[in-house]
């Protein structure tokens, strides 16, 4: 299989798309203000304990309080809160963690009121992103996923990946790990690691016991609600779990991304440095790689596949429905169970492809076009469970129903990837009325007087159409220029194709946007 990923860095987000085959598998989007990543270690404080629900609600700086069950606590959370409370007192040097006594598990079935309690500052790690009117669902059973080993600190456990079937090779790497894993770190052997040398397998363990070391040694100069470890970027983290030689090329379109990522690559991977590759042309890179018709045509309510078969994605609350439909694919020469069979099977292919790529969670229920004989249910099943496995997240599908419906759930710890492609009015945006646009560059004026003067911002970045790019920037005295020497500063301008004709955007130097 040949694995691509295409990286498009702008102002406000990265844009990463995963192509394999030349075929669009997965699509990330990753603010660049996100401060609340996956993996991400925060010191909290406990604001609120839920008897009824077993949980508590903890600040970790999120506009919403973030929710931990007695669940999520894992069975060393005494180990953790006595370690770090001797690290936030600085004392943890003294003790030394490989020497660190730990404490008795707790009861799997014990009360939340036992363990934590209001007021405590606690070390935590988000385990799902703050989704809708949710805070972020977060865990104390901290864990440092490598290439290929996962840390777990306060454990002495050593699992090994159910995918790695050879007995010999699962008992030659606990016998590796176990002759270079320090005391009270427990280790998951990753698939990736089948045959790897002990000298990768020590290389890998370091990076995460450093990791775990700097969370300790931030402890003493903060204060909860604290951010105390950055997880790695999306990018990084794809890079991470599935780099493999079917990855050939990475292409980005930002210099100082291209260098983190050959840095990066260098310390994980050295022979796969050169696949990283700088894109320097003027079409969009998504648009060259042919990635943007492809999220046109894979997003949205219907989607049809090629040989005319489509399916019908609808969304509610509490879960997702699709419908499969053959549309005008019908084969004469074939019985009806056959035709049946045969647009099933193209639509399961098409559906795990879907799940993947817009990132849906939850309950899925797919309702396929019916089929009698129990043989061809069977096989969709399976072909079903054989496309679904390609997929990372953790997922269970049941056995078709005598109604026709597979179930499908999928673990979700991001927001669902959704994009608009039905396409509005540029102008008025179906109000039927426009501003006038003579007025538009002195709304664009009025706003940059307000920011530069009123509000004192620097290094402004201006998003616009490319018709209304070109407007302002041509000629030596372009409206650019004019305003160079009437603000005293320049205003970086970027066109935008997916802009209507009076649509524009401010970003300051984080790039964050500017309400105006």
Request: aromatic content about 8%.
């Amino acid at each position: 299989m040949n694995r691509e990923l295409i990286i498009d860095s702008g102002v406000a987000e990265v844009n990463i798309a995963l192509l394999e085959d030349k075929n669009l598998v997965e699509l990330h989007k990753e603010q660049n203000s996100n401060n609340f990543s996956v993996g991400d270690v925060f010191l909290g404080k406990v604001k609120k304990i839920m008897p009824g629900l077993n949980a508590a609600f903890v600040d970790v700086g999120h506009d919403k309080d973030a929710f931990l069950h007695y669940l999520d606590l894992g069975p060393q959370i005494r180990s953790l809160n006595k370690f770090s409370k001797l690290a936030t007192q600085g004392r943890a040097h003294l003790v030394g963690f490989e020497k660190f006594k730990l404490e008795p598990d707790i009861d799997k079935a014990g009360k939340i009121t036992s363990v934590v309690t209001s007021g405590q500052q606690i070390v935590v790690q988000i385990a799902k992103e703050p989704i809708s009117t949710k805070g972020p669902r977060i865990t104390t059973e901290i864990s440092f996923p490598g290439r290929y080993l996962v840390l777990m600190p306060f454990s002495n456990k050593i699992s090994v990946s159910q995918k790695i079937k050879n007995k010999d090779e699962r008992s030659r790497l606990k016998r590796l790990i176990q002759s270079i894993k320090p005391n009270n770190y427990g280790v998951i052997v990753r698939t990736v690691a089948e045959n790897k040398k002990v000298s990768e397998l020590d290389t890998d363990l370091r990076i995460l016991i450093e990791k775990w070391e700097k969370v300790m040694a931030k402890l003493p100069n903060l204060k909860a609600p604290q951010k105390v470890l950055s997880e790695l970027n999306r990018t990084t983290a794809i890079l991470r779990d599935l780099l493999n030689e079917s990855f050939n090329n990475i292409y980005v379109n930002d210099r100082e991304s291209y260098d983190l990522l050959r840095t990066y690559l260098e310390r994980i991977a050295p022979d796969k440095k050169e696949i990283v590759k700088l894109y320097k042309g003027r079409t969009p890179v998504f648009e060259y790689f042919g990635v943007d018709k492809q999220i046109k045509n894979s997003f949205g309510k219907n989607v049809t596949i090629r040989s005319g078969v489509y399916l019908i994605i609808e969304h509610t609350e509490a879960l997702h429905v699709i419908d499969v439909n053959s549309g005008h694919r019908v084969n004469k020469e074939k019985s009806q169970e056959e035709n049946a069979l045969v647009t099933n099977l193209e639509a399961a292919t098409e559906i795990a492809r879907q799940l993947r790529l817009r990132d849906m969670g939850g309950i899925i229920v797919v309702d396929f076009i019916d089929m009698h004989d129990a043989k061809n249910r069977r096989a969709l099943y399976q072909h079903m469970k054989d496309e679904m496995a390609k997929d990372r997240a953790k997922h269970s599908i049941l056995p078709p129903s005598k109604f026709g419906l597979i179930q499908i759930t999928r673990q979700r710890v991001r927001p669902e990837m959704n994009i608009t492609v039905l396409e509005q009015c540029p102008v008025c945006g179906g109000t039927g009325k426009i501003r006038s646009s003579i007025m538009l560059i002195d709304d664009i004026e009025n706003n940059l007087n307000y920011l530069i003067h009123d509000q004192n911002e620097k290094h402004l970045t201006l998003t616009v159409h490319p018709y209304l790019y070109a407007y302002l920037t041509k000629g030596i005295k372009s409206q650019q220029v004019k305003w160079y020497f009437r603000y005293k500063q320049w205003v970086k301008l970027i066109p935008k194709k997916n802009y209507h004709m009076l649509e524009f955007h401010f970003y300051n130097k984080r790039g964050d946007e500017i309400k105006s």
